[in-house]
């Protein structure tokens, strides 16, 4: 039974840093590339960032390059999500999600993944 379990999520101010975790169980996890995906308060979800099977290449959306940082520790069966120079427009429930070997394009689309995990919570306030 594959689990994908994120944590670190909370409240922070604007201009603040959190560092999300998000914990895999049950599959090969260096065989998977990891994505995280937000969703806002009556929005869609969006693509946030991922990073391939081993760790080689990264994507990220427009909105978050430069300020986020994704990495993976295949000996740890983890994927991180480092977020700094937070903003009020970054508040959503994060979650990270596994997909198996996928890469460009698909790696950026919800629709390429095969587990999710079942969301961290992140709020930054003005």
């Known amino acids: 039974q594959v689990q994908l379990v994120e944590s670190g999520g909370g409240l922070v101010q604007a201009g603040g840093s959190l560092r999300l975790s998000c914990a895999a169980s049950?599959?090969?996890?260096?065989?998977?590339?990891m994505g995280w995906f937000r969703q806002a308060p009556g929005k869609e979800r969006e693509f946030v960032t991922a990073?391939?099977?081993?760790?080689?290449?990264?994507y990220y959306a427009d909105s978050v390059k430069g300020r986020f940082t994704i990495s993976r520790d295949n000996t740890k069966n983890t994927a991180y999500l480092q977020m700094r120079s937070l903003k009020p427009e970054d508040t959503a429930l994060y979650y990270c999600?596994?997909?198996?070997?996928?890469?460009?394009?698909?790696?950026?689309?919800?629709?390429?993944?095969?587990?999710w995990g079942q969301g961290t919570k992140v709020t930054v306030s003005s």
């Open positions: 999600a596994a997909g198996f070997a996928l890469g460009s394009p698909r790696i950026s689309q919800g629709g390429g993944y095969d587990y």
């Open positions: 990073i391939n099977w081993s760790g080689s290449s990264t």
């Open positions: 049950g599959l090969t996890f260096s065989s998977y590339s």
